[in-house]
C-alpha cells in the first residue's frame, strides 16, 4: 500500500489577523471567530474534535482531548488571494505581489483586448461580481458587449450571459486576454471567466462553469516535484485552474462544495500514491466575499457532516490535512479578502498522542510536510512538521 495525502482547501476560513494585516488595510479580522460569535447555536462538532476550536479562541468549542494535530500557519507571501495562497502552500514564495487595478484597468491596456473582441466592454471597475451583473446585465444582453470588472485581488473578470457568449466563446476570449496580461507592464495574475444565466433582475452566476485562467507557476513546487518523482497529483475544484493545469494528473471541475466532497470521495477510491488536492471555494465566492455570515456558517458546517465520510474511506496509508488560503471574514467590512493565519489540521488514523502544533511560519509549510510523507526529497521553502506527529 503506497503513502497518500489528501489535502484540502476551505477557500478563506482565516483563523485570526496577521502580524502584518494593518499593511494589507486589514484591522484584526478572524474568519472563524466571527462564524462562533455570529450565531453560536451552529457548531461544528467533527472538525472541534480536531481542534478547530481550540484555533478558534472560542472557549466552549475547545477540546480537551482531539484526533488531530492541529495549529496555524502564517502566510509570508506578499498577498492574500488565492493564487498567493495556494502556490505558497507548494513552495512558490511570492515576494514582488501581481499588480492590482483598483480604479479599474488602463484604457491602453484594454484597447488590445477591445480590438480582439471587435466591441467595446462594459463596466471596467471594481466590483461586486453580482452587483456588476445585476447592474448592467440588461445592458450587456442587448448589445453583446461582455462585462469587465475586478477586485482587489490581480484578477480580470468578464462576465457574459450563455444566451449570449456562448460558453466556449467566452473561454475563448479569456484565453485571448490571458495571452494579452502575462507579462508586466500589465501582468495579471488570472483571468476569471464568469457566465451567468438567467434573465434580469432575476440573473444567476453558473459557478459549475467559471474557469480561472491563471499564469504559470513557477518550477519547480511541489506538485511538478511529485509528478517527477511518479506520484500521482489529483486535484478537484479550482486548484487545477490555480496551477494552469502544471504538475496535475487528472483534474476534476465542481459545481459546489458538496460536489467537491463527492468527487474527492471517488477519485480517492481509485488513487494509488501520491496527493489528492481539493479546493472548496462556495466559502469564498459564495459567502466571504458576499459577507454572507450566516450562510458561511451553514456552509461550514454542510462540511462538518461530510467530514466522518472523509475520515471513514481512509486508508491507513492516508494522511488528511485541512487548511484554507488565506481570510475573508464575512463579519468584516468591505468585499475583500482579509489577511490572517489559516488552520492547520493533520489527520491519521494511526496517530497516538495528537494535539497542538507550534505555529507554522509559512503556508510552505505544507508542501514540506506533505513531501515528507511522500518520502520525495524536497529542497523547495517550508518546514515539514511530520517529525512531530506520532
Same mark, same amino acid.
Given at each position: 500500500m503506497m503513502?497518500? #495525502?489528501?489535502?484540502?482547501v476551505?477557500?478563506s476560513?482565516?483563523?485570526? &489577523?496577521?502580524?502584518?494585516s494593518?499593511?494589507?488595510?486589514d /484591522?484584526? @479580522? ?6 462562533y ?5 451552529? $457548531?461544528y @462538532?467533527n ?6 476550536g ?7 468549542a475547545a477540546?480537551?482531548q482531539?484526533? &488531530?494535530y492541529?495549529?496555524k500557519l ?8 488565492t493564487?498567493t +495562497?495556494h ?5 512558490i514564495i511570492?515576494?514582488?505581489p501581481? &499588480?492590482?487595478?483598483?480604479t479599474?484597468f488602463?484604457a491602453e491596456?484594454?484597447?488590445p ?6 466591441t467595446d466592454?462594459?463596466?471596467n ?8 451583473i445585476e %447592474?448592467?446585465? $440588461?445592458?450587456?444582453?442587448?448589445? +453583446?458587449?461582455?462585462?469587465?470588472y475586478t477586485?482587489a *485581488?490581480?484578477?480580470l473578470?468578464?462576465a457574459a450571459h450563455e =444566451?449570449?457568449i @456562448?460558453l466556449?466563446r467566452l473561454?475563448?476570449i479569456?484565453?485571448?486576454a490571458?495571452?494579452?496580461y502575462r507579462?508586466?507592464?500589465?501582468? #495579471?495574475?488570472?483571468?476569471i471567466a %464568469?457566465?451567468?444565466y438567467?434573465? @434580469?433582475?432575476e440573473?444567476?452566476r453558473?459557478?459549475?462553469?467559471r474557469?480561472?485562467?491563471a499564469l504559470?507557476?513557477?518550477?519547480p ?6 509528478q517527477e518523482?511518479?506520484r500521482?497529483v489529483?486535484? #478537484?475544484?479550482?486548484? =487545477? *485552474?490555480?496551477? !494552469? ?5 487528472? !483534474? ?9 466532497? =463527492?468527487?474527492?470521495?471517488?477519485l480517492?477510491?481509485n ?6 488536492f ?6 469564498d465566492?459564495?459567502?466571504?466575499? $458576499? $459577507?454572507? #455570515?450566516? +450562510?458561511y456558517t451553514?456552509?461550514l458546517a /454542510? ?6 465520510e472523509?475520515?471513514?474511506a481512509?486508508d491507513e496509508?492516508?494522511l ?8 475573508? *471574514?464575512?463579519?468584516?467590512?468591505g468585499?475583500d479578502h482579509?489577511r ?7 489527520y491519521?488514523k494511526?496517530?497516538?498522542s495528537p494535539?497542538?502544533?507550534?505555529? +507554522?511560519q509559512?503556508l510552505?509549510?505544507?508542501?514540506a510536510?506533505? &513531501? =515528507?510523507?511522500?518520502e520525495?526529497e524536497?529542497?523547495?521553502p517550508?518546514q515539514?512538521f ?5
Open positions: 503513502k497518500k #495525502v489528501i489535502l484540502i476551505l477557500d476560513l482565516g483563523v485570526g &489577523a496577521l502580524p502584518d494593518c499593511k494589507f488595510g /484591522d484584526n @479580522p478572524h474568519t472563524l471567530q466571527s462564524l460569535l455570529s450565531h453560536p447555536e451552529i $457548531r @462538532p472538525l472541534e474534535k480536531m481542534g478547530l481550540n484555533i478558534a479562541e472560542v472557549n466552549e477540546e480537551a482531539t484526533n &488531530a492541529y495549529g502564517a502566510e509570508i507571501s506578499n498577498g492574500k488571494d493564487t +495562497g502556490w505558497e502552500m507548494c513552495g511570492t515576494v514582488e501581481l &499588480a492590482t487595478y483598483p479599474g488602463p491596456m484594454l484597447a483586448f477591445v480590438k480582439y473582441l471587435g466592454i462594459l463596466g471597475e471594481n466590483a461586486s461580481g453580482t452587483e456588476i %447592474r448592467l446585465g $440588461r445592458e450587456h444582453m442587448l448589445t +453583446g458587449k461582455p462585462i469587465v477586485s *485581488d490581480s484578477v473578470q468578464i =444566451d449570449v @456562448p466556449d473561454y475563448e479569456c484565453a485571448n490571458r495571452e494579452l507579462e508586466q507592464p500589465y501582468q #495579471v495574475g488570472r483571468i %464568469r457566465p451567468f438567467g434573465k @434580469p433582475g440573473f444567476i453558473d459557478n459549475a462553469n474557469r480561472d485562467f504559470n507557476p513557477p518550477t513546487n511541489l506538485l511538478t516535484v511529485l518523482k511518479e500521482e489529483l486535484a #478537484v475544484g479550482k486548484i =487545477d *485552474d490555480i496551477f !494552469a493545469h502544471v504538475g496535475i494528473s487528472k !483534474a476534476v471541475h465542481t459545481k459546489d462544495n458538496m460536489d467537491g466532497v =463527492d468527487q474527492t470521495l471517488a480517492y477510491q488513487m494509488q500514491n501520491g496527493l489528492l481539493t479546493n472548496l471555494v462556495e466559502f465566492s459564495k459567502y466571504g466575499h $458576499r $459577507r454572507d #455570515v450566516l +450562510g451553514k456552509a /454542510d462540511f462538518d457532516r461530510r467530514l466522518p472523509i475520515v471513514a481512509l496509508e492516508t488528511l490535512i485541512i487548511t484554507a488560503d488565506h481570510g475573508c *471574514d464575512p463579519a468584516y467590512r468585499t482579509t490572517e493565519y489559516v488552520p492547520f489540521l493533520i491519521h494511526q496517530f497516538s494535539g497542538a502544533l507550534p505555529t +507554522g509559512s510552505a509549510d505544507i508542501g510536510t506533505v &513531501a =515528507d510523507y511522500l520525495v524536497y529542497a523547495l517550508g515539514s511530520l517529525a512531530r506527529l506520532k
